[in-house]
């Protein structure tokens, strides 16, 4: 009985090309002639189940996120999920619960089982390993969060200008002790909308010092929130607004501030991503808009392109941010503003008075 390796020699071309000829891959006509021709002549027929069984792992594509209860992640799951539908592939969803080994247990299932490629969230900027799936050819895309440890094609918010724009909106609201509650220490999302916060206070005049006193890391979930506004608000000079970098964190940190008994808008609250009650609770709540389903889309298709064996050099999608202001940032009663802020100590002197270069000072 012929092999395939018969077929291969027959017609002048290696194993792989035999296989992706009647595995309907990228062979030139000319070339899947020749395979054809000589398959007819040596009688060989391939394996119809093993066939089978390696269109449907070609048509499988997995997506690693990191907390499936987000509703960000969830609506990035579904943008990926309609496009692929799209190209008729099926989509594997894994949960890493930020947990490093978690996710590289479901990295090596997606290589065992032959997945025609891989988006990832990755739950750490620094310790997510990609460098198997790169060394095996295995198209991946990382979306939201960008890994070090291997060059892909990446899809990201631009989470740096929309924080910005997020503490401006702040400050021309009239806060001036603004705190922030960002996410865990190395992740790519933590440090960028920490420095978009970091950028705009000190461009108002923010003393370096007051920001970090006045910064707090958390784990993106709702007992991090929580935890890190309990913290703020027992300071010896405590904020009158906070950025809060996620959603989920918005909620915790929105407890905390009931139990205390401060109420927005006299303490300004912003979240950094939508939650769906955003426009339900009183005062309605500020957000930042992340475009998370136009997110799994982009990811998608550029998995896709690749899937289809585009050459093109590696690229970085950057999407943009839309700020939503509501009444939870509606600004402070001005006879309770503060004549001088605890924010800038500068040349020995405390409690300077904070200048906010953002034209007319309110």
Request: hydrophobic share 40%; charged share 25%.
């Amino acid at each position: 009985m012929a092999t395939i390796s018969d077929v291969a020699r027959a017609a002048g071309v290696s194993p792989a090309t035999v296989s992706r000829v009647f595995n309907s891959g990228r062979v030139t006509p000319e070339r899947a002639e020749r395979v054809r021709r000589a398959a007819a002549e040596l009688g060989f027929s391939p394996n119809r189940v093993a066939r089978s069984l390696r269109i449907q792992r070609a048509s499988v594509i997995g997506l690693l996120i990191p907390d499936i209860e987000n509703p960000f992640f969830t609506a990035l799951a579904r943008g990926v999920e309609d496009a692929a539908q799209r190209t008729n592939h099926s989509l594997v969803l894994c949960n890493s619960d930020e947990d490093v080994r978690k996710e590289s247990r479901y990295l090596e299932i997606a290589l065992a089982e032959q997945m025609a490629g891989v988006i990832v969230a990755a739950a750490s900027r620094r310790r997510t390993d990609l460098s198997a799936l790169a060394a095996r050819g295995m198209p991946v895309v990382a979306v939201d969060r960008r890994p070090r440890s291997a060059e892909v094609d990446t899809v990201l918010v631009d989470n740096q200008h929309g924080s910005a724009e997020a503490v401006a909106h702040l400050l021309d609201r009239g806060y001036r002790r603004i705190a922030c509650v960002t996410g865990p220490a190395g992740a790519s999302t933590s440090e960028d909308r920490l420095a978009g916060y970091r950028a705009e206070l000190l461009d108002a005049g923010v003393a370096e010092e007051w920001i970090r006193a006045h910064t707090r890391h958390a784990d993106f979930r709702e007992e991090g929130g929580y935890a890190a506004m309990r913290e703020l608000l027992a300071l010896p000079v405590p904020p009158d607004a906070v950025f809060v970098a996620n959603n989920l964190m918005t909620v915790g940190a929105l407890r905390a501030l009931r139990e205390a008994g401060v109420e927005p808008p006299e303490f300004g609250i912003l979240s950094f991503g939508d939650v769906p009650w955003a426009s339900l609770v009183r005062p309605p709540l500020t957000t930042v808009h992340l475009p998370a389903y136009e997110l799994g889309v982009a990811a998608a298709e550029l998995l896709q392109e690749r899937i289809a064996g585009s050459g093109e050099p590696l690229r970085t999608v950057v999407l943009r941010t839309a700020l939503r202001p509501r009444s939870s940032t509606a600004g402070p009663d001005p006879d309770d503003w503060p004549a001088e802020s605890p924010a800038a100590r500068r040349d020995g002197q405390d409690d300077a008075p904070v200048t906010v270069r953002r034209g007319e000072d309110e």
